[in-house]
C-alpha cells in the first residue's frame, strides 16, 4: 500500500505527461469502497485521480469505459494510467449526484419534474448499456466474473444470511431449509433472459448529473445478465424512496422505451426480494459488522420494502422459510429506528497565540486538532493587508498563490477526514479544530473558513460551526 503522498506523486506525473500541470490534488471523502479519489486541479481543467490496488477490477474499468465511450455512452474517459495499473486518471463529472436531486425533493415532500425527467432518462441511457453496451463487450475482462450466474445469486443471498440475518438474535430459522428456498430462488431467476449487459450497481449515487443530464460511474462490477436486476437497483434504491405510483410510472416508461417483452414482469418480482435482501445484506456488514452509524441507520427503509413485498407476494411458488423469517421483521423496526441519529457537530476555531491561545473545548473532549499557521507566510507583514482579514479577497488571492500554503492544507485535510470518517462511524458527537497564528486575523482566518467550508462541502451532515475568536466572528452550517 503506498502513502497518499507516493499517489499524489503518481498523479502528478500523469498528468504532467498530458501536457497539464497540477495545481493542486485534494483527498476525496472515503467511500464503502477500498478506493481512493482524489481531485486535480490543473491549469486547464479538473481531473480525477485514482489509486486502487485491485488490478483486475481497475482492468474491468478500463476495458468497458473504452467500450462504453466507442458507444457513445456518457461515461468518464480514462486519460492515463501508471505502469503498474494501480492509479489512474479520468475526466471529472463534477459532485452532483441524481441522488442530490432525490434528497431536495424527500426534504420538500414530493418529487418534482425535473427530478422524474432525470430519472426518465437514466432509464433511457441504462435500456443503452444493456442493449448497445453490451454488444461486442469484452467479458472475460469482467470482475469478479463474466455472467450473473448462480453463485452471484448465492452470494447476494449468503451476504444478507450471514451478515445481516445472524447478527439477529430476535429471528429465528432453519438454516437447511432457508438455504432450500434460497436454491429455489437462484433457479427461478437464472430462468429470466440474461444476454445483456447488467450494470450490478444502477443507483442514484453513481449516476452524477452535468448540465441536467445523467453520466455514470462505477460499472466496473458488471456482468453479462438479465434486464430486472437494474431496474430494481434504481427504483428500489431503500434510501430514495420513491413513491409506489411513480415507481410503477417509471417501470411502464422504462418497458416501453425496452420494445421488448421477455418474461419482463413475470421475473420482476423476484429480482425485487434478491436485490433488497442483497442490501440488507451490505447494511449489515457495514452497519452491524464495521459499525458505520449511517448504514445502520438505513436498515429500517429496507426492511420496510422487504415487509411490503412479503405482503404483496407476487411470485408463482412459496419460499416458506424465508417468509417465515421476513414475517419476524416487524421486531427489528423499533430496534433501528430507534438507533441515535448522527449529530456530529465540528467547531472550527481561529485563535491568536499571542492574545488568547488554544481555546478550551466546551465539549468536553480534551480538544481535537491545533494547527500552527505560524510558520507559513503572513500577509500581516504587509502595509496593504494590515486592515484585512483572512475572509477578505486580498488576502485570500495572497495565500492561494503560496505553495506552503496548498501542501499545508492537502496535510490538513488528509488528517481531518480521516477522523471525521472515524468519528461517524464509531458515532461521535463532537470535533474540535483550532488553527493558531500570531494574531489570529489573517493564516488562521483564512485556514478555519477554508478547511471549515470543506467540511461543510464533503460532510453536509453534519453541523460546522467556524468561531474567528479574536475577530469576534461566527459562521454556522447546519447539518443536512
Known sequence: MQTLDETRKIIAELTENLGEKALEITAMPSS?????????????????????INIEENDAFFSFSKHFLECGLPVPEVLAVSPTKEVYVQTDLGDVTLFHYVEDCLKQGSFNQNTIDLYKKSLDKLIDFQINGHKGLDYSKAFPTPAFDEMSIMEDLNYFKYCFLKEQEEITFNETRLDTDFQRLAKYILEAPSDFFMYRDF?????????????????????????QYDVVSLLYQVKA???????????????????????FDRYFPAFVLLRLLQVLGAYGFRGLIQKKLHFMQSIPYALKEILKVNEEWAMPFELPELQSVISQFDVLLNKYESVEPEQLTITVNSFSYKNGGVPYDKSGNGGGFVFDCRAL?????????????????????????????????????????????????RGFKNLQINFGCTGGQHRSVFFAQKVGEMIHGNYPMVKVEINHLAQHISHVYEAK
Open 241 to 263: 424512496r420513491i413513491p409506489e405510483k411513480l415507481r410503477m410510472e417509471l417501470i411502464d416508461y422504462y418497458k416501453q422505451k425496452l420494445k421488448k417483452s421477455l418474461d
Open 203 to 227: 443507483q442514484s449515487r453513481n449516476i452524477m448529473i452535468v448540465d441536467n443530464e445523467p453520466y455514470f460511474i462505477d460499472y466496473q462490477g458488471g456482468r453479462k445478465g438479465p434486464l
Open 377 to 425: 507566510p503572513n500577509p500581516g507583514r504587509y502595509v496593504e493587508y494590515k486592515k484585512s482579514t483572512g475572509e477578505d479577497r486580498d488576502v485570500i488571492e495572497f495565500l492561494e498563490d503560496k505553495s506552503d500554503v496548498h501542501f499545508f492544507l492537502q496535510n490538513v485535510q488528509m488528517l481531518v477526514f480521516q477522523s471525521i470518517d472515524n468519528y461517524l462511524e
Open 32 to 52: 464503502g469502497s477500498s478506493r481512493r479519489y482524489f481531485r486535480v486541479r490543473t491549469d486547464k481543467r479538473f481531473l480525477i485521480g485514482a489509486y486502487n
